[in-house]
């Protein structure tokens, strides 16, 4: 079992519509979590942390975290052609490092 | 702040030629991770250097791999000899705090390394 999993996708959804990410994490000692965007042949860009069970949300983001199911999760409302992307999932394990998931591809069609 | 800084942006290179790739975390981090990211395999932490120690190489691929942080400006990843194999984009992070929550990483562009 991988560490960090999510869909691949690619994930399709009309413009205007709610985009849902969703990641599972394997270590249970994990404390800090990360959604981070990264556009096609760029450099990750941080978008969400969150650290305490429940929502996080920041503008047209919303992170959600379950820790006893080991669930990260992030919506994004009114989603733009501008949102189109790659949606990383980052964990900080036990071991101080950040592991990355596989990224779900996004498309917002217009 | 100029961010995390990693030269050069792009490097091309015959196989069995020695690569090194440079980074310059942010000021202030004391935490810097090295990246290799495919189309394959998706972003991988090869090394992970805390207060310039490396403290998980568990990453790094093969013995042809190596790091270095000899301060806190400045860590070197190096490939001797390169494979066509290694192509791929390397990224450089860093992050500061320790403990229990982190803060984020901050990513540098990337190297793009093609090996021919």
């Known amino acids: 079992q991988k560490e960090v999993e999510q869909n691949s996708g690619p994930l399709s959804v009309p413009e205007g519509a709610i985009a849902s990410l969703n990641c599972t994490y394997s270590?249970?000692?994990?404390?800090?979590f990360f959604w981070y965007r990264q556009y096609s042949g760029k450099s990750p860009e941080l978008i969400m942390s969150?650290?305490?069970?429940g929502d996080k949300e920041d503008g047209r983001f919303t992170a959600q975290l379950n820790k006893a199911s080991q669930y990260v999760s992030l919506l994004i409302r009114d989603s733009q052609p501008s949102d189109s992307a790659t949606y990383l999932c980052?964990?900080?394990?036990?071991?101080?490092?950040?592991?990355f998931g596989p990224g779900t591809r996004l498309s917002v069609l217009p | 702040d100029a961010g995390v800084i990693q030269s050069p942006r792009h490097e091309v290179t015959e196989m069995g030629q020695e690569v090194t790739l440079r980074c310059k975390p942010i000021?202030?981090?004391?935490?810097l991770f090295w990246y290799r990211q495919t189309m394959m395999r998706g972003l991988e932490l090869l090394i992970y250097?805390?207060?310039?120690?490396?403290?998980?190489d568990s990453g790094m691929p093969e013995d042809r791999f190596s790091a270095k942080m000899p301060n806190a400006s400045f860590s070197t990843l190096k490939i001797q000899p390169s494979e066509p194999r290694d192509s791929a984009v390397y990224f450089c992070?860093?992050?500061?705090?320790?403990?229990?929550?982190?803060?984020?990483?901050?990513f540098g562009q990337g190297t793009r390394l093609t090996v021919v």
């Open positions: 250097f805390n207060n310039n120690v490396p403290i998980d």
């Open positions: 000021s202030g981090h004391n935490s």
């Open positions: 969150i650290y305490s069970n």
């Open positions: 992070a860093s992050r500061t705090g320790t403990g229990r929550i982190s803060t984020e990483a901050f």
């Open positions: 980052a964990v900080r394990n036990y071991g101080q490092n950040f592991v």
């Open positions: 270590d249970r000692g994990s404390q800090s």
